[in-house]
């Protein structure tokens, strides 16, 4: 299987199987569509009519061309055969490990966005505030089942977590204190609306947190229409300042600002580059997730626009990295030269199975998605898992038990997308969110391009030093 497209001026050829991208000329780029289900002969006589025009190409170009095509098959670099389905075969059989553990120690906000998935942080229940014995047998519990795992992770989330924050601490400081004797370091995650922002805090997340995540939209106009206070008030002119601040003291330790564009700002890369403006340089923007009817809702007559926006966005990058002004953007963080492991990439994202959700009380969930959804209750941190069956239907989930995803070119990449999402979507922890697909797969493609001209500008640039 393979994919061919062309974007800014470069025609791509990827090979699903085995990873190879290929930066190829216009004859070879026809060729290899041709390759596979076309006679040579055929190839030949089709290429010299399409390219009756170009002095460059003679039959002798072509065939050469032919040949290079075969080499890259020979050498496991095109059309490569799927050498990878058996080993999902036995992943409902596998033994796995906990190794991730999302705390959601605030069921509660001071923030009321419309957009929320958590219901305002209350998950379509009561609020509440995580107590610390409930934190501490919560890691416990992923001591007890992390295996072999030696880096574990915690989130912390919410609602707002800064609501939580004495217990948060808490938390912190015992984990840290059972690192030594169980042989594991733990790696611990904060996402925050910012509100509760102060020197204290910034110096404790900057301190412990090996990821902190900034809720931030965009423009103000845009930010400020879906994510406001209690009292009605837009919240952006309030956490913008208290963002800076606390990035500014955030060294080179990992950091993003995270938004979440909607109907009402198609235009997303205005508040990409509105935020890098504003001196960010890791930004991420997540498309939001509800219910059609609502009116700030993505939908397919959207996807153009949107498929526009990820190459401007892609052409941008690329602008500002020449002018040394660059910045990451998360869904374009692309490994081509080795990428995640086989093993990563068809066994899904981990939820239910490696990484789990924690309410307030330690009810256990596959993920804070599924938070509150009674069906997906797995068991609690006390007892353990004690819905094997159910967690049996999530060590299943990926993307060879997902039919609509057996001959798309980019299923190595996404591992079967966000069961989540497919249940939502379709009532299936197996189904596809077909918009989400569609999104990913812009995004895959655009993030090559991005990859493949930065390849060859430092080529480029390597050439020229040794003149």
């Given amino acids: 299987m393979i994919h061919q497209y062309k974007l800014n001026g470069y025609n791509i050829v990827m090979d699903t199987y085995s990873g190879a991208v290929h930066v190829v000329d216009d004859l070879a780029f026809d060729i290899i569509a041709l390759y596979e289900a076309t006679p040579v002969e055929e190839i030949v006589t089709m290429m010299l009519e399409q390219y009756a025009n170009d002095p460059e190409i003679n039959e002798m170009e072509i065939r050469d061309t032919l040949s290079d095509v075969e080499e890259l098959k020979v050498n496991g670099e095109l059309f490569t055969e799927d050498l990878y389905q058996d080993l ?3 992943l409902k059989n ?21 957009y929320c998935f ?18 501490k047998q919560a890691i416990d519990f992923l001591l007890e089942n992390s295996g072999f795992h030696r880096n574990l992770d915690v989130d912390f989330f919410g609602g707002e977590p800064l609501m939580a924050w004495r217990v948060v601490k808490q938390i912190v400081e015992y984990a840290r204190s059972k690192e030594e004797e169980s042989n594991k370091t733990f790696r611990f995650t904060f996402t925050t609306n910012g509100m509760l ?43 913008l300042p208290k963002f800076q601040k606390f990035v500014e003291g955030r060294g080179d330790k990992e950091y993003y600002v995270r938004g979440t564009y909607t109907g009402n700002n198609v235009d997303f890369t205005n508040d990409i580059f509105h935020v890098a403006n504003l001196g960010f ?36 990058m690329l602008k500002r990295g020449e002018e040394g002004n660059d910045f990451t953007f998360y869904h374009y963080m692309l490994d081509l030269s080795e990428g995640p492991c086989i093993q990563k ?19 256990i969930f596959p993920c804070h998605q599924f938070v509150g959804d009674e069906e997906f209750s797995l068991g609690n941190i006390w007892d353990g898992v004690t819905k094997p069956e159910l967690q049996g239907q999530f060590k299943e989930v990926n993307c060879y038990s997902k039919p609509e995803c057996q001959d798309c070119w980019a299923k190595l990449y996404c591992s079967g997308g966000c069961p989540a ?39 480029e640039a390597e050439a020229m030093a040794a003149e």
């Fill in 345 to 363: 990439r068809i066994s899904g994202c981990g939820s239910g199975t490696e990484y789990m959700a924690v309410t307030p009380w330690g009810e």
């Fill in 94 to 114: 596998r033994q796995t490990f906990v190794k991730a553990l999302c705390l959601n120690v605030a069921h509660t906000c001071n923030l009321t966005c419309d």
């Fill in 88 to 90: 999902s075969i036995d």
């Fill in 421 to 459: 999402n497919s249940l939502h979507a379709t009532g299936s922890l197996k189904g596809n969110y077909e918009f989400s697909c569609d999104l990913f797969r812009k995004r895959v493609e655009c993030s090559m391009m991005v990859k493949v001209a930065e390849s060859i500008r430092e080529m």
């Fill in 281 to 316: 340089d890791k930004l991420s923007m997540e498309p939001v997730i509800c219910d059609p009817s609502e009116p700030y809702a993505l939908t397919e007559k959207h996807l153009p626009a949107l498929y526009r926006q990820y190459e401007i966005l892609a052409e941008e």
């Fill in 197 to 239: 922002l102060n020197d204290e805090i910034n110096e404790f997340l900057n301190k412990e947190m090996y990821n902190v995540v900034l809720s931030l939209d965009g423009r103000k106009e845009i930010h400020d229409r879906l994510r406001r206070t209690v009292n009605g008030k837009g919240s952006y002119d309030y956490i």
């Fill in 118 to 135: 958590a219901s305002q942080g209350k998950y379509n229940g009561d609020r509440a505030i995580m107590k610390f014995e409930v934190g």
